[in-house]
T-cell receptor, first 112, second 112 residues
């Protein structure tokens, strides 16, 4: 099993550009999550999907959109990137309420 | 709004010593997770604590949960250099549509 995979690993954008971060898991997990990690602030939840076909806002959803394409894939889109969105983005998945979330390797995004 | 506070934020300790990291949270929850993160890497699950009084141990690390005090501890016994990392606690809310709120992390450095 590859676990949780994310693409790309690194990305540099100019202000106003758009991009989609891809996440896929092969563990047949029901729930998927997107977080951002900024220095000194821990991880903050952007959006999550408790099951295929549902998505909910997390703590910091402004400027982002998500799509749960199927059970395996959960993408995060930045429509008009801003320097404040410079961060490391982690995708995670979880089987059920009794197990932990498993994290992908992260995407390091810089917005100039 | 759920607040999760870890202390200390930074901890430098000598090999062979014992220490405890504390995780306090502000709302009712009986599910708490501990993660480890090495520099530039993703998060690795350490412990899943699912009830009041839960205690888990793995090697030199032991985690416990007191839901009445809204407190979890991560105890390090006879620290070794390999334990140098950042440790996060994360508190779960909304059973069935779970969200995690992370603490800001404790950066642990073990000095030979």
């Amino acid at each position: 099993n590859a676990g949780v995979t994310q693409t790309p690993k690194f990305q540099v954008l100019k202000t106003g550009q758009s991009m989609t971060l891809q996440c896929a898991q092969d563990m047949n997990h029901n729930s998927m999550y997107w977080y951002r990690q900024d220095p000194g602030m821990g991880l903050r939840l952007i959006y999550y999907s408790a099951s295929e076909g549902t998505t909910d806002k997390g703590e910091v959803p402004n400027g982002y959109n998500v799509s749960r394409l199927n059970k395996r894939e959960f993408s995060l889109r930045l429509e008009s990137a801003a320097p404040s969105q410079t961060s490391v983005y982690f995708c995670a998945s979880k089987l059920d309420p009794y197990n932990e979330q498993f994290f992908g390797p992260g995407t390091r995004l810089t917005v100039l | 709004e759920l607040k999760v506070e870890q202390n200390p934020l930074f901890l430098s300790m000598q090999e062979g010593k014992n220490y405890t990291i504390y995780c306090n949270y502000s709302t009712t929850s009986d599910r708490l997770y501990w993660y480890r993160q090495d520099p530039g890497k993703s998060l690795e699950s350490l412990f899943v604590l699912l009830s009041n009084g839960a205690v888990k141990q793995e090697g030199r690390l032991m985690a416990s949960l007191d839901t009445k005090a809204r407190l979890s501890t991560l105890h390090i016994t006879a620290a070794v250099h390999d334990l140098s990392a950042t440790y996060f606690c994360a508190v779960a809310t909304n059973f069935g549509n779970e969200k995690l709120t992370f603490g800001t992390g404790t950066r642990l450095t073990i000095i030979p």
